[in-house]
C-alpha cells in the first residue's frame, strides 16, 4: 500500500480537494459581484473563462456517452453565474474608469478594429446565433430527450426484471442496467432544465450590453464632459468588446450542450465528480493549452494571463499523461476500471500484500497488452481516507483480516475464495469504500476511521453521542461513537465494533451471498483433481461418461447460491453419479442432491434441537402452484397471474417477519415439486428466506408449524380438489 501513496502527485493532491476548489470558485464568483475588481485580475478571470468554455468543450467530444459527463448541468449553471458576475465586474470599471483591463480593450479595437457600428454588428449576429439557432435548438432537443427518457423509463425497468426473473441477466446486471437508466433519466432531466439558463444568459447579455451603452454615453457627456461623438466612441467600443469577450464563452457553451444532448447514449460530491470527469483526457488538456498560445500572441492581447493558462494546462496534461503511463493503458484512451487505483494489492492465500504493476512490462509487449483485458474476479475499492486500514506497515489489519475471510469460506462453505485486489479509487469519498465483481459495484458502505461503530441490537433506549447511521450488512440502527463513549455504549447493550470488522464483516456476507458467481469451470476442474486423488473411482465413473464439467458447475453453484455448503464434494459427486441417468438437468440433479445433503444443511435452521419451526402452505394451494410450474431446459419458475403473486408474496412478508421479530430464521417447508420454483420466484425480493423441502429433512427432524398460508379468495372458490395417493 506505500505504492499507493508513493506514486501520488501534487496534482492528485489537489484534486482530491476538488471540493474545496469548486466551493471557493463559487465564493469567488460572490466576490465579483460586490467587489471592485482590478483590471489585471479582471483580464485573468476572463483568460480563465475562455480557457474553461473551450476546455468543457473539448471534454464532451472526448465523451463516449452523453451520461458519462454527468455533471455538465451543473457545471453550465456555475459557469454561467461567473460569466454574467465578471459582466458585472467589467461594467462597475468601464463606467468608473472608461477602463477595464486589456482583454476588452483588445477586443474592442482589435476584433472589431475600433469600429463600434461593425462591432454592435458583430455583437447581434452573435447574440442571434446563440439564442436562436443552437440555444433554442439544443433546448428543444433535451427537452423532448428528457420527455422520451422519462417515458420510457417504467418500460426499461419492466424489462430489466423479466430478464432477470427469466434468468437471462444475474442480480449484479440487473442493478448495473438499473442504475444506468436511472442515471440517464436525470441526466437529461437536469439537461432540459440547464437549457433554460443557456436561453436566460443570452438575453441578459443584450440588456447589459445596451446598458453599458446608455449608462457609459451619459457618464462620458454629463461626468466626464467628453463630446457627443467622444463619449458614444469610447463606451460603445468598450461595452461591445464587453459584450463579445462573454457572448463567446457563452456561445462555445451553447455549442457543447448541443454536441452533448445530440449525441446518442458513483455518488461522489460534487467537486470530486467534475475533477475526475473533466481532467479526464490529458489530450484535450494539450490542446487547450495551444490555444491559449494563439490567443497570448495575437496583436493587443496580454500575453501573461494566456500564457499562464497555457502553461497550466500544459503542466496538468504532462502530469496526467504520466500517470497513465504508469498505469499502462493507451495513450488518448479511457483508462479501464483495473487501474484507476493507482497500485492494487492482492490479499493472497499466503496472507501477504503483492503490490500489483503493470508499469514493469515494456509498453505494446504481448505482455502488456494482456495484462489491459486481465479482470479481478473480486476486488475492494476503498478511498484515501481508509488508505491506513491497508498498511500493514503503519498497523493496518485490513489485507490480513481479507485472508482470514478467505480461510474461514473454505473451512465453512467448501468455496476456495480467488485472490482479492485492495486498491484505492478516487472517485470515492474518503471514507467510502465499495465491492467489485468482475469490475461491477455489488455493494457500498461508509466508514469513519478511528471511531467505533455502536450497534442497537438490544433496542435500547440511551441516545449515544456521535454520528447516526445504518449497519451497512443487516441495516441495523447504529451510531459511530468515539473511544469516550465506547464504555457507555457496552455498558446499555449495544454491539460496538471497530470500523476494519465493519469492512470484514460486510465483505464476508457479500462473499457468502454471491458464492455461486466465484465458482468456474477451472475451479471445479481443481476440485476434481483433487478429489481424484483419494476417490479416483467415483472421479473415473463421473467424468467424461455420465456428465460434462459444466454440469457440475452449475450444480455446485445452485447449491451455493442457496448458501448449501459444498464441503462434502464426495457426496455431491456419488449423489450426480446416481442420479445423471435419470436427468442431465443441472436443477433437477441439484433437488436430489439435496436430499441427500439435508442431513447436513438442515440442522443450521432448527429454532432448537431436533425441530424446525416453519411456515408452510395450505395443500390445495400448495397442489394448485404444482400446475403452475413452468420448465425449460435452462429454467424453472412460477406462471402466476399478478393477484395470486401479490397474495403470496404479502402472505411470505408477515409470515417469515413474525419469525425474523422472534430471533428465529426465516424458513418455509413445502413440497420437493415446487420447492424450487418457489425459491426461484421470490429469490430477488426475499433472499434471506430459506425454502426447504419436506424429502430433504432428516428421518428425527419435526416441523413446528409458524403459519399457513392459506390460497387467495379466487382460488379457494374454485374447490380445487385435493388428490390423495392410492
Known amino acids: ?161 423479466a430478464e432477470l426473473n427469466a434468468g437471462i441477466i444475474d442480480e449484479v446486471t440487473a442493478t448495473a442496467r438499473r442504475v444506468k437508466v436511472q442515471k440517464e433519466a436525470d441526466f437529461y432531466g437536469a439537461m432540459d432544465g440547464a437549457s433554460k439558463f443557456v436561453r436566460g444568459d443570452a438575453v441578459a447579455g443584450i440588456f447589459i450590453t445596451l446598458i453599458n451603452v446608455v449608462a457609459g454615453f451619459a457618464i462620458g457627456v454629463l461626468q466626464m464632459g467628453l463630446s457627443l461623438t467622444e463619449s458614444l466612441t469610447k463606451f460603445t467600443l468598450l461595452s461591445i468588446g464587453d459584450g463579445l469577450v462573454s457572448q463567446i464563452p457563452a456561445l462555445i457553451l451553447s455549442v457543447g450542450a448541443g454536441l452533448l444532448v445530440t449525441r446518442a447514449s458513483d455518488n461522489n460530491n460534487l467537486g470530486t465528480q467534475l475533477a475526475s470527469q ?43 499523461q504520466d500517470q497513465e503511463n504508469v498505469t499502462g493503458h493507451a495513450y488518448g484512451e479511457e483508462a479501464p476500471k483495473s487501474a484507476k487505483a493507482n497500485s492494487p494489492a492482492k490479499a493472497g492465500s499466503e496472507g501477504k500484500a503483492a503490490a500489483g504493476s503493470s508499469a514493469s512490462a515494456t509498453p505494446g509487449t504481448a505482455e502488456d497488452v494482456r495484462k489491459l483485458i486481465e479482470m479481478d474476479i473480486f476486488a475492494i475499492e476503498i478511498g484515501y481516507g481508509l488508505l491506513g486500514l491497508a498498511d500493514a506497515k503503519g498497523g493496518g489489519e485490513l489485507l490480513a483480516r481479507v485472508t482470514g475471510v478467505r480461510k474461514t469460506l473454505a473451512r ?77 455504549a457496552e455498558l446499555n447493550g449495544f454491539t460496538v465494533v471497530d470500523s476494519a470488522s465493519v469492512l470484514i464483516t460486510h465483505l464476508s456476507e457479500i462473499l457468502k451471498a454471491n458464492a455461486h458467481h466465484l465458482i468456474g469451470r477451472q475451479e471445479v476442474q481443481l476440485l476434481v483433481d483433487h478429489l481424484k486423488v483419494a476417490h479416483p473411482a467415483l472421479v473415473a465413473e463421473l467424468l467424461p461418461d455420465l456428465v460434462t464439467l459444466g454440469i457440475i458447475q452449475r450444480v455446485l453453484q445452485n447449491l451455493l447460491r442457496e448458501n448449501v455448503a459444498i464441503l462434502n464434494q464426495p457426496l455431491i459427486l456419488e449423489g450426480i453419479a446416481d442420479f445423471a441417468s435419470l436427468s442431465k438437468n443441472p436443477d433437477d440433479l441439484s433437488e436430489l442432491v439435496r436430499r441427500r445433503l439435508g442431513l447436513y444443511f438442515v440442522p443450521e435452521y432448527e429454532c432448537r434441537p431436533g425441530v424446525v419451526r416453519a411456515v408452510t402452505l395450505d395443500p390445495r394451494f400448495e397442489q394448485w402452484l404444482s400446475t403452475k410450474v413452468h420448465r425449460s431446459p435452462t429454467e424453472v419458475g412460477l406462471a402466476l397471474d399478478p393477484a395470486t403473486a401479490r397474495h403470496l408474496i404479502d402472505e411470505i412478508t408477515r409470515r417469515t417477519n413474525d419469525l425474523i421479530q422472534a430471533g428465529q430464521p426465516a424458513v418455509m417447508v413445502v413440497s420437493t415439486e415446487i420447492r424450487l420454483p418457489l425459491k426461484r420466484f421470490f429469490e430477488s425480493s426475499f433472499p434471506r428466506v430459506v425454502v426447504l423441502a419436506f424429502q430433504e429433512l432428516p428421518a428425527a427432524t419435526e416441523v413446528e408449524n409458524a403459519g399457513i398460508i392459506t390460497p387467495p379468495a379466487h382460488i379457494a372458490r374454485a374447490e380445487v380438489p385435493l388428490k390423495v395417493a392410492a
Open 412 to 488: 465453512e462453505k467448501g468455496i476456495v475464495v480467488p485472490p482479492v485486489s485492495v486498491r484505492d479509487n478516487l472517485e470515492l469519498e474518503p471514507n467510502d469504500y465499495r465491492f467489485l465483481l468482475r469490475g461491477k459495484a455489488v455493494a457500498r458502505g461508509q466508514l469513519l476511521p478511528g471511531r467505533w461503530l455502536a450497534m442497537n441490537v438490544s433496542g435500547s433506549k440511551v441516545r449515544l453521542k456521535g454520528v447516526p447511521t445504518r449497519e451497512p450488512v443487516f441495516n441495523l440502527e447504529a451510531t459511530w461513537i468515539d473511544e469516550a463513549e465506547k464504555k457507555t
Open 278 to 320: 473533466l481532467f479526464r483526457y490529458p489530450r484535450a488538456l494539450r490542446i487547450c493549452a495551444g490555444m491559449m498560445v494563439v490567443f497570448a500572441v495575437m496583436p493587443g492581447m496580454p500575453m501573461l494571463p494566456f500564457l499562464g493558462m497555457a502553461g497550466l494546462f500544459g503542466f496538468l496534461a504532462k502530469i496526467l
Open 1 to 161: 500500500m506505500s505504492a499507493i501513496v508513493a506514486n501520488s502527485s501534487p496534482v492528485t493532491a489537489l484534486l482530491k480537494r476538488a471540493d474545496l476548489i469548486f466551493t471557493g470558485g463559487l465564493f469567488l464568483t460572490v466576490l465579483l459581484l460586490i467587489m471592485p475588481i482590478p483590471p489585471v485580475l479582471l483580464d485573468t478571470f476572463l483568460a480563465l473563462n475562455i480557457g474553461l468554455s473551450l476546455l468543457v468543450l473539448l471534454a464532451i467530444i472526448y465523451v463516449k456517452d452523453p451520461p458519462e459527463f454527468s455533471g455538465f448541468p451543473t457545471l453550465l449553471l456555475a459557469l454561467t453565474l461567473f460569466r454574467l458576475a465578471l459582466n458585472i465586474s467589467t461594467t462597475r470599471q468601464v463606467l468608473v474608469h472608461g477602463y477595464a483591463g486589456e482583454v476588452i480593450e483588445a477586443f474592442g479595437h482589435f476584433v472589431i478594429q475600433g469600429n463600434y457600428i461593425v462591432g454592435a454588428v458583430v455583437f447581434l449576429i452573435l447574440v442571434v446565433i446563440n439564442f436562436v439557432v443552437i440555444t433554442k435548438g439544443a433546448g428543444r432537443i433535451a427537452e423532448v430527450s428528457a420527455r422520451f427518457t422519462l417515458d420510457a423509463l417504467p418500460g426499461k425497468q419492466m424489462a430489466i426484471d
